[in-house]
């Protein structure tokens, strides 16, 4: 597997795990700022494709929580 140089050249697959899916009315004040936001959780692995990189990423209120799980997929890291 070719490491990627840069994210461009990542391909990532993503595979959801799960997902709280419970529906938020949005509430809105006078300026039109919403202060009852999607609180859904949502937790899903990303692969790419092209390095093997596999990423775990919990996602609330629009931001993503990336964590590296493992550099490649397919290797062993218990050594023999
Ligand atoms: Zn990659």
Sequence with gaps: ?????????CRI?????STTCMYFPPVYDG???????DRNISSYTEHCLVCGKMWRVMEQF??????LVSDKTGEQTNEQ
């Design 13 to 17: 697959r993503r595979s959801i795990l």
């Design 62 to 67: 629009g931001v993503a929580d990336r964590q």
């Design 1 to 9: 597997m070719s490491d990627c140089k840069t994210p461009d050249n």
């Design 31 to 37: 300026h039109g700022n919403n202060l009852n936001p």
